[in-house]
């Protein structure tokens, strides 16, 4: 299977600032890799799809970049509501793998 | 609205088996791929089982094969999840999730709330 290599594992940040989270591929996955959001008790929530494509209702200020092997996923301007885990997910391969996922903390 | 629920969940015996199931609603749930994902306690996510919109095409993790047996219910929009010989290290929280075509994309982009599996 694809391992997905996500980091960091946590991170304290405060309102308004920009955050970045890394996952990296075992083998390259072209560009499917998409991102969720987490919160307790919750379904994951969709933010965005390959790689780069903003899921329909999600704000700008969630980006995401990368290509191959390498992705990052960009909260510019932290809001309350953005405090929650996130991780990544490939779609290269049946057998989809996850990142182990990153929790965003109030500094 | 789309929607994924599940049920079945429980507290389990090692050794026993359960049964989870998943209703969908809200879209035509005969023309899409589903997913079993779960997550252990403090864990990451874990792919479970895959199977395709027809129900003839079933791929399962290495953690589960031989053990789980994943099928539909085109005609009721029912996911199964027949799970035998349970572990300890099958403890988690079950999730059903539909792989969605996004401009071309597949990309799993529903999931159900998940129901929980302990077994002890």
């Known amino acids: 299977d694809i391992q997905m290599t996500q980091s960091p594992s946590s991170l304290s940040a405060s309102v308004g600032d920009s955050v970045t989270i890394t996952c990296r591929a075992s083998q390259s996955i072209t560009i499917h890799l998409n991102w969720y959001q987490q919160k307790p008790g919750k379904a994951p929530k969709l933010l965005i799809y390959a790689a780069s494509n903003l899921q329909s209702g999600v704000p700008s200020r969630f980006s995401g970049r990368g290509s191959g092997t390498d992705f990052t996923l960009t909260i510019s301007s932290l809001q309350p509501d953005d405090f929650a885990t996130y991780f990544c997910l490939q779609s290269y391969s049946i057998r989809r793998t996850f990142g182990q996922g990153t929790k965003v903390e109030v500094k | 609205q789309v929607q994924l629920v599940e049920s079945g969940g429980g507290v389990v015996q090692p050794g026993r088996s359960l049964r989870l199931s998943c209703a969908a609603s809200g879209f035509s749930f005969s023309s899409y791929v589903m997913y079993w994902l779960r997550q252990a306690p403090g864990k990451g996510l874990e792919w479970v089982a895959f199977i395709s919109s027809d129900g003839s095409n079933k791929y399962y993790a290495d953690s589960v094969k031989g053990r789980f047996t994943n099928s539909r219910d085109n005609s009721n929009n029912t996911l199964y999840l027949q799970m035998d010989s349970l572990r300890v290290e099958d403890t988690a929280l079950y999730f059903c999730?539909?792989?969605?075509?996004?401009?071309?994309?597949?990309?799993?982009?529903?999931w159900g709330q998940g129901t929980l599996v302990a077994v002890s």
């Open positions: 999730a539909r792989d969605g075509l996004i401009r071309g994309h597949a990309v799993i982009d529903v």
